[in-house]
């Protein structure tokens, strides 16, 4: 080899070497700035790493492509590692398309509607559980907000620091039925004050029962919240000790000893990659210890009442209604179409939640041809025949009872009220304050009955019932008794005196508004009484009327 030659040789590898060694720096370069931004990406968004999250694949494929610019751009030239960047971001996006596509409702429509398995009844007092007056649940949400809000200004400088959490989730707690809601931090200074003692209450209402309102202790303080920072944020701690999981909804609930959890829905696809969303499990997390565990819905504590997102609920009740005879069906025939109704609420049977709406057919008119109610914790679904009026039109119907003194209706609550679908609905003033009840029959809005107190309002209900011969007498089972008094206390309960009184020969409890009758105020142990009210075979009787027999006051 000449001198020349060999001149050549050391110079093509002296560029070949220099040329690795720049596209080495620009590798090493672009793989650093790529992983400190999805570092912070990370950590603010919190994907989840599986392939059925086709958010985390955008993600995934952006910071490839991400990648693969910047060699490009350090190393003045396109190279393998910059095509092969490209192609892995194609490749994700293509897998995102078309995963898209095969879960897409128009080409798997009878597997979206048979996503949920729906009990039909014809007979609605089969499974739905005939319920007492005391366990009818008198305060809405918006109610419920108002008097946990009042609850704050019960400690000295409590406000400043926190507010109440707008969850006011339903739970069912022995026995009980109630709204829970956290205290959260108002902002990061206040979180930045108060992380290491965390947040010391939570607000209970009972629903069945406006008074019995508490501002919760926690000792210990709860750490984790919605609304705290960095590894105390909810969302935040749980993503980091979960992975892979996919997450929906998140409840606040309390257990059967008052310990307060958050309850994370752990959600999944059921057609295709992406399609057909449902909840397969639920994360427990303790606020206080910061520990979680993840369960099965079968394996869940029995006082978890809510594991299944309302929304994802009630898209695959859409479902159900909409295919019910495939896709093409929704563009033309329209052939037995439902849908449900514009709103919904929750029950609790046999002492687990439901949530429940009206199926109407399609059109949207003011009318039912059933409801559904769902467990929140198991999907198990019931759709009752039942034709009637929607929630709305039972709310302007009970609106219409009162119109002189322009009430507003709360959103209707489902009930069983002598083997009749009932509507009951609370009627506020302009203040949001409950000023009577109300109940609406489903199958005809012209039965209606209202009272100042609930137990007026379903003797009210109950006649109209008798009387346009919707229900016998002896289903109604009006019942009086006389008797000697045994024990007689009081309180006051919406500003109202209440007396709760015993009678040797029966061993339930009477419950009497001085509403009812001026006599009960003079009422002694010993005395003879004589009481009606209907007979729901509860231990706590609400009384319609009271005659003291010694007394010959005339009753209001």
Do not use: C
């Not at 603010?44 to 494929?61: C, E």
């Amino acid at each position: 080899m000449n001198p020349f030659e060999e001149f050549l040789r050391q110079t093509q590898t002296t560029r070949v070497v220099k040329t690795r060694k720049k596209l080495g720096r620009a590798i090493v370069q672009s793989a650093v700035i790529t992983l400190i931004i999805f570092a912070v990406v990370d950590y603010i968004t919190l994907p989840a790493y599986t392939f059925h999250s086709p958010s985390t694949m955008f993600l995934l494929a952006m910071f490839s492509g991400l990648f693969g610019f910047l060699v490009q751009a350090f190393s003045f030239k396109t190279t393998k590692v910059t095509l092969i960047s490209y192609a892995i971001s194609a490749l994700l996006v293509s897998y995102v398309l078309v995963g898209s596509l095969i879960g897409a409702e128009f080409l798997r429509a009878t597997a979206y509607r048979d996503q949920i398995t729906i009990k039909e009844m014809k007979e609605f007092n089969e499974e739905f559980e005939t319920i007492g007056l005391n366990r009818i649940p008198v305060v809405d949400k918006q109610t419920a907000v108002q008097l946990g809000d009042k609850q704050l200004g019960t400690v000295s400088g409590l406000g400043s620091q926190f507010f109440v959490d707008s969850q006011y989730s339903l739970i069912n707690v022995n026995d009980g039925i109630f709204r829970v809601s956290p205290l959260d931090h108002r902002d990061f200074f206040k979180w930045l004050q108060n992380r290491n003692e965390g947040i010391q209450n939570y607000v209970s209402v009972n629903v069945t029962n406006p008074t019995d309102v508490r501002l919760v202790a926690v000792s210990a303080g709860m750490k984790v919240s919605p609304n705290s920072f960095f590894n105390q944020d909810l969302a935040r701690h749980v993503r980091f000790k979960y992975r892979t999981l996919i997450f929906g909804d998140y409840t606040f609930e309390i257990d059967d000893d008052q310990n307060p959890y958050w309850v994370v829905s752990v959600i999944k696809p059921e057609i295709g990659p992406f399609g057909g969303l449902s909840a397969q499990g639920a994360v427990l997390v303790n606020p206080v210890t910061m520990d979680t565990q993840y369960y099965d819905i079968d394996e869940l504590p029995h006082w978890v009442d809510r594991v299944q997102p309302s929304s994802i609920a009630w898209s695959q009740i859409d479902n159900w209604g909409y295919y019910v005879h495939g896709f093409i069906n929704t563009l033309f025939n329209q052939k037995d179409m439902l849908q449900t109704t514009d709103g919904y609420n929750y029950v609790v049977i046999d002492n687990q939640v439901y949530v429940y709406s009206g199926l109407t057919s399609l059109g949207g008119d003011r009318s039912i041809v059933g409801f559904t109610l769902i467990n929140l914790k198991s999907k198990e679904a019931t759709f009752y025949q039942i034709g009637g009026a929607d929630e709305y039109a039972a709310m302007a119907s009970a609106e219409g009872q009162v119109q002189h003194l322009n009430y507003r209706s709360t959103f209707p609550v489902l009930l069983n009220i002598s083997n009749t679908p009932t509507y009951f609905v609370s009627l506020k003033d302009q203040e949001g304050l409950v000023k009577k009840y109300s109940f609406i029959a489903v199958s005809n809005y012209d039965a209606v009955g209202v009272g100042d107190t609930v137990a007026e309002a379903q003797r009210n209900y109950i006649l109209k019932l008798r009387e346009i011969g919707m229900v016998k007498d002896d289903e109604t089972r009006y019942t009086e008794i006389t008797g000697t008094v045994a024990m007689v206390s009081t309180a006051i309960v919406d500003g109202n005196s209440v007396y709760y009184i015993t009678l040797d020969e029966d061993p339930r409890l009477f419950v009497v508004n001085v509403s009812v009758n001026l006599e009960v105020l003079f009422t002694t142990e010993n005395d003879e009484v004589t009481m009606k009210f209907f007979d729901n075979k509860e231990n706590i009787v609400e009384v319609d009327y009271f005659d003291h027999l010694a007394i010959n006051f005339k009753a209001p």
